[in-house]
């Protein structure tokens, strides 16, 4: 045999490959006899259970009767017709009965079977339940889909698992009744209403229910701060104690909780500011105690910023006079909630300004401050100048001052006065008014510039010197001071652009007054830059008549106040200042008690005592004079004050006792006329007002005007006390301020016995001293009768 034949030779199988086949062979056939006896199996089950069904159907459903159809009227006369034409006589009666009865139970002879299929209709026996079957309607008990809501996912080992829960069925709503009478209404109501209770019922049914409020509001507010970490989650059932929805105590209930929420706020709220994480530090593990931290955190801002809008809400539905669905409070009762949520919000904005969302609340404040109602309006402007007083660091100052500025802005100069005196509250000492003339930081010098220029023990001393600097630096908090400063800064500029917006846009606004008042007390910061513009415009005020006289008085104190810090360094001689308060000195009310008197004497400080080496003679010997003319028409809390500059202003020109003199020096006679100081020869008189004065009912006045006719010394006889000699004249007009003071005027009618009074200005006299005056006028030389003899009246002296 070749080797083709080799090849087309076919290889016997080993006897491992046979029984390997074998095995296959008989696996195989196994699985198809299992397969059969399953599919075999589950067409039995299928076609038992259809039967099953067929039977449940056929129970389940009613027979109908046979059908009967009514015969036509001509089909009964065809009938009678045929009975008729019967032969009977040839059938028995019983026969005739037996006939008739069968054809009566025989509905197939009754049918019409021109109007129905045939009866006897031939189907296949397999086909036929089942189509019949089919062809029938089926009523099966099906229950009602509920609606799924399907929520987020839990994740676990196994994977992601999906949660979802039933959708709460909400009651439909009834049908629309039709519309019944008003009668009927109320017939209806009626029933629904119970059993009315006496007043004395409800008071003590309300009692009970506020009283268990009561004890359910302390006993979570004393849980939270007993454990605030593990209790944190009861702030959300607290704060849904302000949806309190029973008409009954509602609204006594939602003020409680307010008001206990903030104190819990107030107490466990932490001394640092709390800030959202990171997704890197949500990823990464910490420990417990840690994530407890953190889970608080949280918690606390959450419902603290819950707790901000509850309150925003509340004042909110006040001014929109929007009524809830509920109804559990009425409209009358926002005004209180409102009032309530608003001081709640200013006790927060005072005692957490360092706390997460205060900027926040500084922006729902602050319109309120403008409020049209009184009450609160203070009480909103209370709560921004305690925060001004007490903030150290500037922050809350800063943020305070930007919304005031925009909503002056916004709302075109159209707010109350008190919104910008609550600036006069800054606690601003020290700006950064010269940022290039700064001294340089001290700079470190790098590795790189120590080899090339130091040795290496130079270097080792280098650096221990640098240490020792930088722990200096950290334990003077240089850093905090500049950031301070930078603060200060930042805040004055948005407070003197307010102040310019005023004066340059609205001049004849009521704000000014407060402007002028805030420039007079910042003055010392404003930069060099401004104050020629500044005293410009100051004056251009002053002399343009539309200010009152308060307001000049403003001008003139912020002018010397510029002039006095800063402005030492400017060549500027304010004669027209100095003239024009000794013209409007005699102007200043003599009736009712008024602030003037503060604002003058603070101008008579600046002006004469702290600016002495740049006042002459003359001015300082006129101002004596009328200031003495002045105390003659004043209250005595003026006076005493008016009293108490003519001491120091003798004090600080010693040569002024030539005033208590009655002989003239140089030439020219006393003008007092005549308003400009310098040129009224002051010289030429002398203060005889003090003699009036000395007698004055008050008893400071008299010890002011018998120390000052001997000169004002300071010790002697004639010296004061030192409670009165250590007081400023502001202190003393203060001190003996009479504001509560009434004075009741004449009534007409026939004269008293009792004696009469009469009066120069304010000073009360008995009568006895009438003669004394008169006669101590007529003992005067000529030159004390015309220094007496003033300008006529005018109306403004009037």
Same mark, same amino acid.
């Given at each position: 045999?070749?080797?083709?034949?080799?090849?087309?030779?076919?290889?016997?199988?080993?006897?491992?490959?046979?029984?390997?086949?074998?095995?296959?062979?008989?696996?195989?056939?196994?699985?198809?006899?299992?397969?059969?006896?399953?599919?075999?199996?589950?067409?039995?089950?299928?076609?038992?259970?259809?039967?099953?069904?067929?039977?449940?159907?056929?129970?389940?459903?009613?027979?109908?009767?046979?059908?009967?159809?009514?015969?036509?009227?001509?089909?009964?006369?065809?009938?009678?017709?045929?009975?008729?034409?019967?032969?009977?006589?040839?059938?028995?009666? =019983?026969?005739?009965?037996?006939?008739?009865?069968?054809?009566?139970?025989?509905?197939?002879?009754?049918?019409?079977?021109?109007?129905?299929?045939?009866?006897?209709?031939?189907?296949?026996?397999?086909?036929?339940?089942?189509?019949?079957?089919?062809?029938?309607?089926?009523?099966?008990?099906?229950?009602?889909?509920?609606?799924?809501?399907?929520?987020?996912?839990?994740?676990?080992?196994?994977?992601?698992?999906?949660?979802?829960?039933?959708?709460?069925?909400?009651?439909?709503?009834?049908?629309?009744?039709?519309?019944?009478?008003?009668?009927?209404?109320?017939?209806?109501?009626?029933?629904?209403?119970?059993?009315?209770?006496?007043?004395?019922?409800?008071?003590?049914?309300?009692?009970?229910?506020?009283?268990?409020?009561?004890?359910?509001?302390?006993?979570?507010?004393?849980?939270?701060?007993?454990?605030?970490?593990?209790?944190?989650?009861?702030?959300?059932?607290?704060?849904?104690?302000?949806?309190?929805?029973?008409?009954?105590?509602?609204?006594?209930?939602?003020?409680?909780?307010?008001?206990?929420?903030?104190?819990?706020?107030?107490?466990?709220?932490?001394?640092?500011?709390?800030?959202?994480?990171?997704?890197?530090?949500?990823?990464?593990?910490?420990?417990?105690?840690?994530?407890?931290?953190?889970?608080?955190?949280?918690?606390?801002?959450?419902q603290y910023k819950f707790y901000l809008e509850d309150l925003e809400q509340t004042v909110k539905d006040w001014k929109q006079k929007k009524q809830k669905r509920s109804k559990a409070v009425s409209l009358q009762s926002y005004k209180g909630l409102a009032e309530?949520?608003?001081?709640?919000?200013?006790?927060?904005?005072?005692?957490?300004?360092? %706390?997460?969302?205060?900027?926040?609340?500084?922006?729902?404040?602050?319109?309120?401050?403008?409020?049209?109602?009184?009450?609160?309006?203070?009480?909103?402007?209370?709560?921004?100048?305690?925060?001004?007083?007490?903030?150290?660091?500037?922050?809350?100052?800063?943020?305070?001052?930007?919304?005031?500025?925009?909503?002056?802005?916004?709302?075109?100069?159209?707010?109350?006065?008190?919104?910008?005196?609550?600036?006069?509250?800054?606690?601003?000492?020290?700006?950064?008014?010269?940022?290039?003339?700064?001294?340089?930081?001290?700079?470190?010098?790098?590795?790189?510039?120590?080899?090339?220029?130091?040795?290496?023990?130079?270097?080792?001393?280098?650096?221990?010197?640098?240490?020792?600097?930088?722990?200096?630096?950290?334990?003077?908090?240089?850093?905090?001071?500049?950031?301070?400063?930078?603060?200060?800064?930042?805040?004055?500029?948005?407070?003197?652009?307010?102040?310019?917006?005023?004066?340059?846009?609205?001049?004849?606004?009521?704000?000014?007054?407060?402007?002028?008042?805030?420039?007079?007390?910042?003055?010392?910061?404003?930069?060099?830059? %401004?104050?020629?513009?500044?005293?410009?415009?100051?004056?251009?005020?002053?002399?343009?008549?539309?200010?009152?006289?308060?307001?000049?008085?403003?001008?003139?104190?912020?002018?010397?106040?510029?002039?006095?810090?800063?402005?030492?360094?400017?060549?500027? =001689?304010?004669?027209?200042?100095?003239?024009?308060?000794?013209?409007?000195?005699?102007?200043?009310?003599?009736?009712?008690?008024?602030?003037?008197?503060?604002?003058?004497?603070?101008? &008579?400080?600046?002006?004469?005592?702290?600016?002495?080496?740049?006042?002459?003679?003359?001015?300082?010997?006129?101002?004596?004079?009328?200031?003495?003319?002045?105390?003659?028409?004043?209250?005595?809390?003026?006076?005493?004050?008016?009293?108490?500059?003519?001491?120091?202003?003798?004090?600080?020109?010693?040569?002024?006792?030539?005033?208590?003199?009655?002989?003239?020096?140089?030439?020219?006679?006393?003008?007092?006329?005549?308003?400009?100081?310098?040129?009224?020869?002051?010289?030429?008189?002398? &203060?005889?007002?003090?003699?009036?004065?000395?007698?004055?009912?008050?008893?400071?006045?008299?010890?002011?005007?018998?120390?000052?006719?001997?000169?004002?010394?300071?010790?002697?006889?004639?010296?004061?006390?030192?409670?009165?000699?250590?007081?400023?004249?502001?202190?003393? %007009?203060?001190?003996?301020?009479?504001? =509560?003071?009434?004075?009741?005027?004449?009534?007409?009618?026939?004269?008293?016995?009792?004696?009469?009074?009469?009066?120069?200005?304010?000073?009360?006299?008995?009568?006895?001293?009438?003669?004394?005056?008169?006669?101590?006028?007529?003992?005067?030389?000529?030159?004390?009768?015309? =220094?007496?003899?003033?300008?006529?009246?005018?109306?403004?002296?009037?």
């Open positions: 045999m070749g080797p083709a034949s080799k090849k087309n030779r076919k290889k016997k199988p080993s006897f491992r490959k046979l029984l390997k086949t074998s095995n296959l062979k008989l696996e195989n056939k196994l699985k198809n006899r299992q397969f059969k006896q399953q599919s075999s199996a589950k067409k039995q089950r299928k076609e038992q259970r259809k039967l099953r069904q067929a039977i449940t159907d056929v129970s389940h459903q009613t027979l109908k009767p046979l059908e009967r159809y009514k015969k036509k009227p001509e089909d009964e006369e065809e009938e009678e017709e045929f009975l008729e034409s019967l032969p009977t006589d040839m059938m028995d009666e =019983d026969d005739l009965e037996q006939i008739k009865s069968m054809a009566q139970k025989a509905s197939f002879l009754t049918r019409d079977i021109s109007s129905c299929a045939p009866v006897h209709a031939k189907k296949r026996k397999s086909e036929q339940p089942v189509e019949k079957y089919e062809k029938m309607p089926r009523k099966m008990q099906q229950k009602e889909e509920k609606e799924l809501i399907h929520l987020l996912p839990i994740k676990d080992k196994s994977g992601l698992i999906p949660q979802s829960m039933e959708k709460p069925v909400v009651p439909e709503a009834e049908e629309e009744e039709e519309p019944k009478d008003q009668d009927e209404l109320e017939i209806e109501e009626e029933p629904e209403s119970g059993p009315s209770l006496t007043p004395q019922e409800q008071l003590e049914l309300r009692t009970q229910r506020l009283m268990e409020k009561k004890l359910r509001i302390a006993s979570v507010s004393s849980a939270i701060l007993a454990d605030p970490h593990a209790n944190i989650k009861k702030l959300k059932e607290l704060r849904a104690m302000l949806m309190e929805t029973d008409p009954c105590v509602a609204v006594t209930v939602r003020k409680l909780v307010m008001v206990s929420l903030m104190e819990v706020f107030k107490d466990i709220v932490p001394a640092y500011r709390i800030r959202p994480l990171t997704e890197a530090e949500k990823a990464t593990k910490v420990k417990k105690e840690t994530q407890q931290l953190r889970e608080f955190e949280e918690g606390l801002v959450s309530v949520a608003i001081r709640c919000i200013c006790d927060l904005l005072v005692a957490l300004p360092h %706390f997460n969302f205060h900027n926040n609340i500084i922006v729902m404040v602050v319109p309120l401050m403008n409020d049209p109602v009184r009450t609160v309006s203070e009480i909103c402007c209370e709560a921004v100048r305690t925060l001004l007083k007490q903030d150290k660091v500037g922050q809350a100052s800063l943020a305070m001052v930007k919304v005031i500025s925009g909503m002056v802005k916004s709302r075109n100069y159209n707010v109350k006065p008190e919104v910008l005196k609550t600036l006069l509250c800054l606690r601003i000492k020290e700006v950064d008014m010269k940022k290039d003339t700064e001294a340089p930081k001290n700079k470190f010098m790098s590795f790189k510039e120590k080899k090339t220029s130091l040795s290496r023990m130079q270097r080792k001393w280098k650096k221990a010197e640098e240490k020792l600097q930088k722990e200096l630096l950290e334990a003077e908090a240089s850093e905090g001071k500049e950031k301070k400063i930078k603060l200060h800064t930042e805040t004055l500029n948005i407070v003197f652009l307010i102040y310019f917006r005023i004066l340059k846009k609205a001049q004849k606004s009521i704000l000014l007054p407060s402007v002028l008042e805030g420039l007079a007390k910042f003055a010392h910061l404003i930069n060099l830059e %401004f104050f020629d513009d500044l005293l410009a415009v100051l004056y251009g005020l002053i002399i343009s008549g539309d200010l009152t006289y308060r307001e000049s008085l403003h001008c003139i104190l912020t002018s010397f106040h510029i002039l006095s810090g800063q402005g030492d360094v400017l060549n500027i =001689d304010p004669l027209k200042f100095y003239s024009h308060l000794y013209q409007t000195l005699l102007t200043l009310h003599a009736g009712g008690a008024n602030d003037d008197t503060t604002i003058v004497l603070q101008c &008579l400080d600046v002006m004469l005592t702290k600016r002495r080496k740049q006042v002459t003679l003359q001015r300082a010997q006129a101002f004596m004079k009328r200031l003495s003319t002045l105390g003659l028409h004043v209250l005595p809390d003026s006076c005493v004050g008016v009293l108490a500059a003519n001491r120091t202003l003798m004090h600080t020109f010693p040569k002024c006792d030539i005033l208590l003199d009655n002989e003239m020096q140089g030439s020219g006679v006393y003008l007092p006329e005549l308003d400009v100081p310098e040129y009224c020869n002051p010289q030429n008189t002398a &203060l005889w007002e003090l003699h009036l004065l000395k007698r004055h009912y008050h008893p400071v006045v008299r010890k002011f005007a018998a120390h000052l006719m001997k000169g004002a010394p300071s010790e002697g006889s004639g010296a004061l006390s030192m409670e009165l000699s250590r007081r400023t004249p502001v202190q003393l %007009f203060e001190d003996y301020s009479v504001k =509560d003071m009434t004075f009741n005027p004449p009534v007409a009618g026939p004269p008293s016995k009792k004696k009469e009074h009469f009066t120069i200005g304010h000073a009360f006299l008995d009568p006895d001293l009438k003669t004394q005056i008169d006669a101590a006028l007529q003992t005067e030389s000529e030159q004390m009768v015309l =220094d007496f003899t003033l300008q006529p009246d005018t109306p403004q002296e009037t």
